[in-house]
């Protein structure tokens, strides 16, 4: 069965100083990876995805995320935060052949401190 | 600029009611897709469809239908309304190979059953 752990429910950062967000996945067979962003009370917003091309990923607003096989890894960086980043960000797989859907990790809310 | 368009963004309705979730997407997408979001739990898949008058069970089914009578169109059905499904309900829709497209949301609706 396909799952997605985000380690990490709540991270804290202040701003100026780079973002980890860490995600593993388990998936039988090479999926898709995304990571969505969800500012308050507002709907979702990709901010990258992962295909099977090029394994580090440049995404929207200076974030980026390294696919590594071996770990079973996604993780989710920036290496500088700012305010406007503070929101909750989501792992999500795709597996291939279940129809296109999504599997969602359970969401890590990042804080930026000035 | 494409969109998912959610029928109303704050709902409230009484125990036993049946309540219906329109979703509606303008971008000639195959597959659609009903979550729910709670605290700390993520997104969870309820039903999904890959085609017109097609659907499929997600993670979540219960106490819960679906309809796609017309593409552009996904409707949400509580059949009898409970508080436990007081959630966030979220909508979205891609092209076949979500995978490799990406996915759009809706703004959600936040319902209330009291």
């Known amino acids: 069965a396909q799952s997605v752990t985000q380690l990490d429910s709540h991270v804290s950062v202040s701003e100026g100083t780079p973002v980890l967000l860490r995600c593993n996945y388990s998936?039988?067979?090479?999926?898709?990876l995304f990571w969505y962003v969800q500012h308050p009370n507002k709907g979702l917003q990709l901010l990258l995805k992962y295909t099977s091309a090029a394994t580090l990923v440049k995404g929207i607003n200076g974030f980026e995320a390294e696919f590594k096989k071996s770990e079973t890894s996604f993780h989710l960086t920036k290496p500088s935060a700012h305010m406007s980043d503070a929101a909750e960000y989501f792992c999500v797989v795709s597996p291939p052949y279940q129809g296109g859907k999504l599997i969602f990790g359970q969401g890590t809310e990042l804080s930026v401190k000035p | 600029d494409v969109k998912v368009t959610q029928s109303s963004r704050y709902l409230v309705k009484r125990t036993g009611e049946k309540v219906f979730l329109e979703c509606v997407q303008d971008m000639d997408h195959e597959n659609m897709f009903w979550y729910r979001q709670d605290p700390g739990l993520g997104l969870r898949l309820i039903y999904f469809s890959y085609d017109v008058k097609m659907k499929e069970k997600g993670d979540i089914p219960e106490g819960y239908s679906v309809s796609r009578e017309k593409k552009e169109r996904f409707s949400l059905i509580l059949e009898s309304a409970s508080t436990n499904q007081t959630s966030m309900y979220l909508c979205?829709?891609?092209?076949?190979?979500?995978?490799?497209?990406?996915?759009?949301f809706g703004s959600g609706t936040r319902l209330t059953v009291v």
């Open positions: 998936s039988s067979y090479s999926p898709s």
């Open positions: 979205a829709s891609s092209f076949s190979q979500g995978g490799n497209y990406g996915y759009t």
